[in-house]
């Protein structure tokens, strides 16, 4: 009688198709204990593909297409293993020559893709497979289910001051710790670089509090395993703090990506916090999903379509009261949405990859509208509109601005490109030359919302000999009347531009008295409320015709 326990392989043995013994390596491979194997029906663990008709072999006839074919050459299946996903197998058969009716399996694995080769973990193939499987259940055996997804706060520095050889050790340490401390609790899973998962289950019916509460506890240990010094290869011992986000209402989230996606931006909070922080999910982390995920299916479509409408911001000289300009404003009023702001679609623009496409879909608009105006015998004044660094940072910007504008026959001098965010641009030199190329071109440049933090000093020192006008932001503007240290840096924001030989504009005006006190610092220009809205292009038509860039354009007290 042949003895399995010696095999380097998984093996089972069956009888009439009933699995009657496995070795070690087999439990290892799928997960399962020997007693949860013995005595199920073959297909408990394993799947076949006819090799003849590409169909999956159906439950009953498994052992004995295995015991036929399998005997001849190798057949290709799959195991199915503890966590619901297939791995790739070949499987040998042969007879027991001293038990009739009895069987013995060889399985070699062929490909394992839901294993992490640095930390022998599970990757995210594998807790997405689980959790789709889970989800799929009927409402009476599906379980309460919560993902927790976490990344280790600045691993990259492991790399830096030890090597990439400390660095994935340093992994290999913290999946093995990890697993020793959740102790079975969950699913813990590398999904990539420094991000792991957890997928926590429960089956026996806890209330949502206590399954919570069950689930902060799984935190918690989260956060002593981010506390301890693990021990590395050459004697360095290192502690990283974890940022954990977590999705626990699996209920509420129609699939695995969901929760995905909600533990994400769960986790994306914690990353404000300088020490090991979990968050949690929330209802309107699942509201706010749902929105961004309609307005990412239907953002190319409203810009193919021209949903979207373009708003103008009339901008006023301060000393004589002169129409000097609009800002480009874009617009967007959904069927079922109602009005979407713009930072909000704008937004999500970037994160899909479509920012550089619909700026220059707005340039396009504004460069039309102006052309359109002058060919009736309307005189606009400049118009300024908003790109994002993202879009100036790219190789083409330059002349797909240029052929947009020898395509309209727009005049440069009427157009003015405010700069947003630059302070987290990351081609500074694309960034610079590119700007270069547009002041040659006779652009104007602004950069806007200056003295929030997002515009640099160095950037500006770099960029000075391009720029034309500093944006004042709004926040700064709210409460220059009451706050002095407001009132100081503009002060000295205006002083700047002075040194710089640049123009300053205040935006979010609307008080008399935050025009007057502008007026007294020396600002250039302003717009917001107090002197008018967005306007839709009728409107701003009807201003151009009646202000003709006089004095009595500008409302009074």
């Given at each position: 009688?042949?003895?399995?326990?010696?095999?380097?392989?998984?093996?089972?043995?069956?009888?009439?198709?009933?699995?009657?013994?496995?070795?070690?390596?087999?439990?290892?491979?799928?997960?399962?204990?020997?007693?949860?194997?013995?005595?199920?029906?073959?297909?408990?663990?394993?799947?076949?593909?006819?090799?003849?008709?590409?169909?999956?072999?159906?439950?009953?006839?498994?052992?004995?297409?295995?015991?036929?074919?399998?005997?001849?050459?190798?057949?290709?299946?799959?195991?199915?293993?503890?966590?619901?996903?297939?791995?790739?197998?070949?499987?040998?058969?042969?007879?027991?020559?001293?038990?009739?009716?009895?069987?013995?399996?060889?399985?070699?694995?062929?490909?394992?893709?839901?294993v992490d080769p640095i930390t022998g973990l599970p990757n995210g193939w594998a807790i997405r497979s689980k959790a789709e499987y889970l989800l799929r259940l009927p409402d009476a055996q599906k379980p309460q289910m919560a993902l927790i997804v976490f990344c280790v706060d600045n691993f990259s520095t492991i790399n830096f001051r030890y090597g990439f050889d400390i660095g994935d050790n340093y992994l290999w340490m913290l999946g093995k710790t990890l697993q020793e401390k959740l102790n079975g609790k969950g699913l813990v899973v590398r999904y990539s670089n420094a991000k792991f998962g957890v997928l926590v289950e429960a089956y026996n019916g806890l209330t949502s509090d206590v399954f919570d509460e069950y689930v902060r506890q799984i935190c918690l240990r989260l956060c002593d395993v981010a506390a301890m010094q693990l021990k590395l290869k050459g004697g360095h011992q290192v502690s990283k703090s974890f940022s954990i986000g977590v999705s626990a209402e699996s209920a509420i989230y129609d699939s695995y990506h969901a929760m995905e996606v909600a533990a994400e931006i769960a986790m994306r909070e914690a990353k404000k916090f300088s020490t090991s922080k979990y968050c949690l999910a929330t209802e309107q982390t699942k509201d706010d999903l749902v929105f961004k995920k309609l307005i990412i299916e239907e953002l190319p479509q409203a810009i193919e379509q021209n949903q979207i409408k373009i708003y103008f911001q009339p901008q006023y000289d301060l000393c004589s009261g002169a129409l000097i300009g609009f800002e480009a404003l874009s617009r967007w009023q959904h069927n079922e949405l109602g009005y979407i702001p713009p930072d909000v679609f704008v937004g999500v623009a970037e994160d899909i990859g479509l920012h550089f496409e619909f700026d220059l879909w707005v340039f396009n608009q504004v460069c039309r509208q102006i052309v359109e105006w002058r060919e009736n015998g309307i005189n606009p004044p400049r118009i300024a509109i908003n790109i994002s660094f993202k879009t100036i940072e790219m190789t083409t910007f330059v002349s797909r601005i240029i052929e947009i504008i020898n395509t309209t026959q727009c005049p440069t001098e009427l157009i003015e490109i405010e700069i947003t965010e630059t302070a987290t641009a990351k081609n500074i030199s694309m960034l610079r030359d590119n700007i270069t190329q547009l002041k040659s071109a006779g652009i104007n440049i602004a950069v806007d919302d200056f003295g929030t933090g997002y515009s640099s000093l160095n950037l500006i020192r770099t960029f000075c000999r391009s720029l034309d006008k500093l944006k004042l932001d709004r926040t700064l503007i709210e409460n220059i009347c009451n706050t002095e240290l407001d009132r100081e840096f503009t002060r000295q924001i205006i002083a700047l531009s002075r040194v710089l030989q640049v123009k300053v504009l205040a935006e979010g005006v609307e008080t008399q008295e935050q025009r007057e006190l502008l007026t007294q610092l020396g600002c250039d220009c302003a717009q917001g409320y107090y002197f008018d809205k967005a306007l839709p292009v009728s409107e701003a038509q009807a201003l151009i015709d009646r202000a003709c860039f006089s004095a009595d354009c500008i409302p009074t007290a």
């Amino acid at each position: 009688m042949s003895d399995i326990a010696y095999s380097l392989l998984p093996v089972l043995t069956i009888n009439n198709g009933i699995v009657i013994a496995c070795n070690d390596a087999f439990t290892e491979q799928v997960g399962y204990v020997e007693s949860e194997i013995i005595g199920n029906q073959l297909h408990f663990v394993l799947s076949v593909i006819d090799t003849d008709t590409q169909d999956t072999v159906s439950n009953e006839n498994i052992a004995d297409y295995i015991t036929d074919k399998a005997q001849k050459s190798c057949v290709r299946a799959a195991f199915k293993d503890k966590h619901h996903y297939a791995l790739p197998v070949d499987v040998q058969c042969q007879a027991r020559a001293d038990a009739p009716g009895e069987f013995e399996l060889y399985f070699r694995v062929v490909e394992n893709k839901s294993v992490d080769p640095i930390t022998g973990l599970p990757n995210g193939w594998a807790i997405r497979s689980k959790a789709e499987y889970l989800l799929r259940l009927p409402d009476a055996q599906k379980p309460q289910m919560a993902l927790i997804v976490f990344c280790v706060d600045n691993f990259s520095t492991i790399n830096f001051r030890y090597g990439f050889d400390i660095g994935d050790n340093y992994l290999w340490m913290l999946g093995k710790t990890l697993q020793e401390k959740l102790n079975g609790k969950g699913l813990v899973v590398r999904y990539s670089n420094a991000k792991f998962g957890v997928l926590v289950e429960a089956y026996n019916g806890l209330t949502s509090d206590v399954f919570d509460e069950y689930v902060r506890q799984i935190c918690l240990r989260l956060c002593d395993v981010a506390a301890m010094q693990l021990k590395l290869k050459g004697g360095h011992q290192v502690s990283k703090s974890f940022s954990i986000g977590v999705s626990a209402e699996s209920a509420i989230y129609d699939s695995y990506h969901a929760m995905e996606v909600a533990a994400e931006i769960a986790m994306r909070e914690a990353k404000k916090f300088s020490t090991s922080k979990y968050c949690l999910a929330t209802e309107q982390t699942k509201d706010d999903l749902v929105f961004k995920k309609l307005i990412i299916e239907e953002l190319p479509q409203a810009i193919e379509q021209n949903q979207i409408k373009i708003y103008f911001q009339p901008q006023y000289d301060l000393c004589s009261g002169a129409l000097i300009g609009f800002e480009a404003l874009s617009r967007w009023q959904h069927n079922e949405l109602g009005y979407i702001p713009p930072d909000v679609f704008v937004g999500v623009a970037e994160d899909i990859g479509l920012h550089f496409e619909f700026d220059l879909w707005v340039f396009n608009q504004v460069c039309r509208q102006i052309v359109e105006w002058r060919e009736n015998g309307i005189n606009p004044p400049r118009i300024a509109i908003n790109i994002s660094f993202k879009t100036i940072e790219m190789t083409t910007f330059v002349s797909r601005i240029i052929e947009i504008i020898n395509t309209t026959q727009c005049p440069t001098e009427l157009i003015e490109i405010e700069i947003t965010e630059t302070a987290t641009a990351k081609n500074i030199s694309m960034l610079r030359d590119n700007i270069t190329q547009l002041k040659s071109a006779g652009i104007n440049i602004a950069v806007d919302d200056f003295g929030t933090g997002y515009s640099s000093l160095n950037l500006i020192r770099t960029f000075c000999r391009s720029l034309d006008k500093l944006k004042l932001d709004r926040t700064l503007i709210e409460n220059i009347c009451n706050t002095e240290l407001d009132r100081e840096f503009t002060r000295q924001i205006i002083a700047l531009s002075r040194v710089l030989q640049v123009k300053v504009l205040a935006e979010g005006v609307e008080t008399q008295e935050q025009r007057e006190l502008l007026t007294q610092l020396g600002c250039d220009c302003a717009q917001g409320y107090y002197f008018d809205k967005a306007l839709p292009v009728s409107e701003a038509q009807a201003l151009i015709d009646r202000a003709c860039f006089s004095a009595d354009c500008i409302p009074t007290a």
